[in-house]
């Protein structure tokens, strides 16, 4: 049996595992909440050129549905491609749908540092407020969704 310091070599997996999982998880975390910021500036701006109000309602129901398909999307690559906990699957996935939810925050901000009206303070409360109300319950449903997608069906 070799000691542990001499010789002994870290499987290729094990190696890794420790040095590819958490930049790999992250830098998706980073790019879906991106994404969900793109999304939501693009739709809230089309939704606001719309011609009428039914307009208007589609291209937020299409924000909606969109972004439901991303948030599957990433959990399943979270949970079946990088063979992810449950757990580990719904937070990744939450952290990512909260970083997206802090850029829309940060451009509430912003934009309201541009309003006629000048920027109201209470505007800061959105920076924690809206990546929390927004995380929590993205946490719920992927960790549920992802415990299904965990369990093993029988044959029949």
């Known amino acids: 049996m070799r000691p542990s310091g001499e010789g002994a070599v870290p499987s290729d997996r094990a190696a890794r595992a420790t040095d590819d999982a958490r930049p790999r998880w992250l830098g998706s975390a980073l790019l879906v909440g ?12 089309l939704a606001g050129a719309a011609s009428s109000p039914s307009l208007r309602v589609v ?5 909606f549905a969109i972004a439901a398909v991303v ?4 959990l399943a690559n ?3 491609r990088l063979r992810n906990g449950s757990r580990a699957s719904a937070w990744h996935v939450a952290v990512a749908v909260a970083l997206g939810a802090l850029g829309l925050a940060l451009s509430a901000n912003v934009h309201d540092l ?11 409360i959105a920076l924690v407020a809206w990546p929390l109300l927004t995380a929590l319950p993205a ?3 992927a960790l549920v969704v992802a415990a299904a997608l965990g369990v093993k069906r029988p044959r029949a």
């Open 139 to 141: 946490f719920v449903v």
């Open 114 to 124: 541009r309003s006629a009206a000048g920027y109201r303070p209470r505007m800061l």
């Open 71 to 74: 948030f599957a999307a990433h």
């Open 34 to 45: 991106a994404l969900y910021l793109i999304l939501s500036l693009v739709t809230g701006a």
């Open 78 to 80: 979270e949970r079946l």
């Open 59 to 63: 291209w937020r129901l299409s924000a």
